[in-house]
């Protein structure tokens, strides 16, 4: 057992941080960050999860201060940051922060944004504690990873509810003990199970993280007290919900490793293991051109976990497609796309998908390394085309460009709240530090949303 | 693993049963359960953890229906049903399932009176639910008791939430899918450590378990699925937090066997574990009367844990009296007393208390079993008095008769109400049955409450 005083250590950085204590590399992933859940709470704002929330979150709502990103509903600040962790998450198109696989933005920019419209505070302020709460959540995830996510935790909610309240217990100005009674009510409250994958309530996870997170700050700020060893005590979070204790990746290195950093942005709409063949198959289209008409089949070499996790073969609605890399590759090959587009009720029915999609065929392969696919396309006249994807696009390896996380966000806000704002919006995201993060929330907003019956 | 659809089937049974499949004998029981909650809910009202609680939830109280009980403030069902959970645990007066330590009323009543006030149900069908979700609550703590406790979380807590689910979710009339996705998103939402005892944060487990299981019964009615075998599957709940599942705990004899006929009620506000040497010394006070004053020393021997957890030589707050076993005694021998107003600040700094508690010895004697003590007493001239406690009034051997309750009830709610509302309150409380829940609720209100600042 650890002899550190791991929550009191870590309280006392968050409270004495400063934006400029930030390296400026860190502050422009912060930004990154930012651009990307905003995109994606906007893409995920018409979905029918959110629908379902709102049903159930409508009569209870308080004060009505904070704007469903993306929609015409405002909720009080709490139910607000519960919405929108949701909506960023219900695409599968977020964030990844791979050494954990949390999905990292979800939890704190959700409960930020809400608090911003009921609390007002600067783009700067915001985005120091956007960075603070990404760092909290990954360094917390780093402790306990791989065990605790082995044992059945989704690991997004489990470490995400302490990056909210470190967020937002840093912006309103908690002290020290405050903080670590907010990290212990954190503690208290982390829950999220994976065996809720595949259901509306995988994304409740990041959307009762950010409530929670926030609620917990608040409560501390209110004088409600906690432990103040909520992390490491012997009947403590870490101890309770994991076999594996790394407090070292809490407290190493604190202001000069950057777990915040270590951002990476989906660029496609579905689990990352099938990135790398939809990565290779849109190469191969730019590359072929009209040629696609004249393909015969394809055949696929991956590690044997894509199979295992997206092994579909006929997938019915757009969320099975999700889990099929047949249709993947084959929407990926006939259209370039990979984006919430490409899997709809609509297309993953298609005549024409479902026509290639029956002539791929796929082999695990253990030899390759879950980042990895091969690709052998044959085309009618006999000849063969061969392609090899050593890291997807995505990965820290090959990180999307600013202008690649531009199209990501256009491309699935449109679809949403239409071009004109999208733009807009896009543009000031962009410009977070310098503007009013109210101001951001607004300009999400549609001229009509679809109303919740 | 279980091959049995565990949450299939509980949900299947919730859902199907009707108030007069419950025997007469398990209602008299939820009934005597409803009192000791209501008169533990208005006893702890006052509380400055409730102030504390009140400060953070104000702001963002959505549509004010129903009544912190005991209080003028009304807030949303949803903070309601957190509010009424803390006080009713706050002074560690509330009721005992003595198989599992589960304090069962807490996260349950709480929520089912907060919904009662904005979603009216009849007094009938509030027991019915009452009986059902205490029901559902223990026998899931049964199944995963003791390993899941000894792993450190707060039982109250992870099992209460879903206790509140199914409870919420029988008197809306969930169907049975509903109510799978209901105990699924209780499922994904028990939390609650041990290392909060001694906090706030304690009492804070039974309020968030109300409004968590709450929230997960409306999120189910509005369409929002999750996992519908969220109790038992691989990653489900029992599995990912605890290393022991009985599942004929929670399935076997249901109908027949019940838990909810097991309930204890607290006679004194304290640990469990001091219990009998109040007792003891009480009894001792009745039959000495006035030779309390010739008291020259008191011996005790108990089970090691009594002193392990109720140790303290020199407590210097109410709070500090309560886990110690000399102020304890001290006060049941000179004041009888060992209600709330044993525990203040003032009754454990007075002269005449530390004056006996200083000439009060313990002992660990392995041999006692928990819930016994051997006391005596030396008088100043020389003779002795033996008392043996063998179970201590409260347990299932001594059950607190109804007269008892009632005098409990009224000695903590006059403290905070005043005596009329008291009175009235407690007429209406035995016959919940045939009344609307919302009316008793509103007459728990006193004419003024301190204002929270």
Not at 72 to 90: F, P, Q, R, W, Y
Not at 92 to 110: E, M, N, Q, R, V
Not at 283 to 309: K, M, N, T
Not at 440 to 453: F, H, K, L, Q, W
Request: with cysteine.
């Amino acid at each position: 057992m650890t002899e550190r005083k791991v929550t009191a250590e870590l309280a006392e950085w968050v409270v004495g941080l400063k934006g400029s204590d930030i390296p400026e590399s860190v502050r422009a992933e912060g930004v990154r960050t930012f651009v990307n859940w905003l995109g994606c709470a906007v893409g995920g704002a018409d979905h029918e999860t959110a629908d379902a929330a709102l049903r159930a979150v409508m009569p209870f709502s308080g004060q009505r201060t904070s704007t469903v990103i993306g929609r015409t509903e405002k909720l009080d600040a709490l139910h607000a940051a519960l919405l929108n962790g949701i909506t960023s998450h219900v695409l599968d198109y977020d964030d990844t922060h791979l050494k954990t696989i949390i999905h990292p933005a979800g939890p704190i920019a959700s409960a930020l944004m809400a608090l911003a419209e009921t609390r007002p505070m600067s783009g700067y302020d915001f985005l120091t504690a956007l960075v603070i709460g990404v760092e909290v959540e990954c360094r917390i995830g780093n402790a306990v990873y791989p065990d605790h996510y082995d044992r059945g935790w989704h690991i997004t909610g489990t470490a995400g509810v302490f990056g909210a309240a470190a967020a937002v217990g840093h912006v309103i100005g908690l002290n020290k003990q405050q903080m670590q009674w907010a990290l212990g009510l954190a503690a208290t409250q982390s829950s999220g199970l994976r065996e809720m994958f595949g259901t509306m309530t995988k994304s409740f996870h990041p959307g009762r993280a950010a409530q929670n997170g926030m609620f917990a700050a608040l409560m501390a700020e209110a004088g409600y007290d906690s432990s103040e060893q909520g992390i490491e005590a012997k009947r403590g979070w870490a101890n309770v919900a994991s076999t594996k204790q790394d407090y070292d990746e809490i407290l190493g290195e604190l202001g000069t490793r950057w777990e915040a950093a270590l951002n990476s942005y989906k660029p496609f709409a579905c689990g990352i293991v099938i990135h790398p063949t939809i990565d290779g198959c849109q190469q191969i289209r730019e590359e072929i051109g009209a040629r696609v008409a004249d393909i015969a089949s394809v055949h696929l070499r991956a590690h044997p976990l894509v199979l295992e996790l997206t092994g579909k073969k006929t997938p019915r609605t757009g969320l099975e497609g999700k889990f099929s890399v047949y249709h993947s590759a084959a929407c990926a090959l006939l259209r370039g796309d990979g984006a919430p587009t490409a899997f709809t009720d609509e297309v993953v029915t298609l005549p024409e998908i479902i026509d290639l999609r029956d002539r791929i065929t796929a082999e695990a392969n253990p030899a390759c390394h879950e980042a990895s696919v091969d690709i052998t396309v044959t085309f009618k006249d006999g000849t063969t085309l061969e392609k090899h994807v050593e890291r997807a696009i995505g990965s820290l390896e090959r990180p999307l460009s600013n202008e690649q996380i531009e199209t990501k966000f256009v491309n699935q806000a449109k679809l949403v709240v239409g071009e004109e704002i999208t733009r807009n919006l896009l543009a000031l995201a962009w410009k977070i530090e310098e503007l009013n993060p109210a101001d951001i929330a607004a300009a999400s907003v549609p001229a009509a949303t679809r109303a919740v019956e």
